[in-house]
C-alpha cells in the first residue's frame, strides 16, 4: 500500500481524523478556491477543479462549503488569493519529505515549514532535491466492505487502465496514470464505488525503513506537525510505515 493511503488510514483508525475535520475542510476550501481562480467554475470544463471537488467529497466535505469556495475562486464572492509552493527537504534517517502547500504568505509558510524540519531532526532541501523520487499518480481508495466483490473491483479498475491494484487492512487501493485518472475515477464511480481517497498524489518510486526508535518518533511529529498547518496540503514521503505502528 502507498505510504500516503496507509497513513490517512492509520489515522482514520486511531481517531484521528476526526479532531482535523475542521482543518481539513480549510485545506480543502483552498484547493478548490485556487482550482477556480484558475480554471473556471465549470467543473466540467476544469479538470483541476473536478478533481479537487471530488477530493473534498470524499473527505465528506458540505456541499455548501464546496459551492462557497468556487464562489471565492471564481470571484463570485471575496476571498484570499492563495499561490501553489513546494517543499523538499529530509527527514530523520534520511527519509525524502516532499510538502505541497497552497499560501498567501510565502514568508510564514516557509519559516513554518523549515521550523518543523529542524526541530524533528531533518533539514529542509533545495527544490529538487528529492522530487525526482517520486511519481505523479492517480491515488484511489475504497474501504472494503461485505457488499464490494474484490476481484469484481480489480477486474473492473484493471480494464479501465489502471496501473496497479492492491488490497490491504480494510481498502483497496487503485493506482492510476494522472492522465487516465479523472476517467477511472468516473467511470468506478458511476458504478457505485465510493472513495475514501480520490486525488492526484506524489508516491514513492521506493521506500525506506527507520529502525531508530527515536528517528521514528520524530518522523510521525514531524509529519504530524506539517500537517497540522493550515497552509500545508499534502505531506509526501518515502518511509516505509510499520504495520504495526502506533500514533
Known amino acids: 500500500m502507498a505510504g500516503h493511503s496507509k497513513w490517512n488510514n492509520i489515522k482514520h483508525k486511531k481517531g484521528k481524523e476526526d479532531a482535523r475535520r475542521a482543518k481539513e475542510f480549510t485545506k480543502l476550501g483552498r484547493y478548490i478556491m485556487v482550482a477556480a ?41 471575496d476571498g484570499q488569493n492563495f499561490e501553489s509552493i513546494v517543499y523538499e527537504g529530509y527527514g530523520p534517517g534520511g527519509i525524502a519529505v516532499f510538502v505541497s502547500c497552497l499560501t498567501d504568505n510565502r514568508n510564514r509558510t516557509a519559516s513554518d515549514i523549515r521550523h518543523a524540519f529542524d526541530k524533528f531532526g531533518g533539514n529542509l532541501g533545495q527544490t529538487g532535491c528529492v522530487s525526482f523520487m517520486f511519481d505523479r499518480k492517480g491515488l484511489l481508495v475504497v474501504e472494503a466492505n461485505e ?34 485518472f479523472n476517467d477511472i475515477r468516473d467511470a468506478l464511480s458511476n458504478s457505485g464505488y465510493e472513495f475514501s481517497v480520490a486525488e492526484l498524489a506524489f508516491l514513492p518510486q521506493n521506500t525506506t525503513e527507520l529502525k531508530d526508535e527515536e528517528d521514528i518518533k520524530n518522523m510521525i511529529k514531524l509529519i504530524e506537525t506539517l500537517e497540522d498547518n493550515d497552509d500545508v496540503q499534502n505531506v509526501y514521503h518515502n518511509w516505509e510505515i510499520p504495520d504495526d505502528l502506533e500514533l
Request: hydrophobic share 35%; charged share 35%; proline share 5%.
Open 37 to 77: 481562480r484558475e480554471g473556471g467554475a465549470d467543473p466540467e470544463y476544469n479538470p483541476a477543479l473536478k478533481a479537487a471537488i471530488e477530493k473534498a467529497r470524499a473527505a465528506n466535505m458540505p456541499n455548501e462549503n464546496i459551492e462557497r469556495a468556487i464562489k471565492k475562486g471564481s470571484g463570485e464572492i
Open 147 to 180: 457488499n464490494i466483490d474484490e476481484e469484481e473491483l480489480m477486474l473492473q479498475a484493471i480494464e479501465l487502465g489502471a496501473e496497479d491494484f492492491s488490497s490491504e487492512d480494510g481498502v483497496y487501493e487503485i493506482i492510476t496514470s494522472p492522465e487516465d
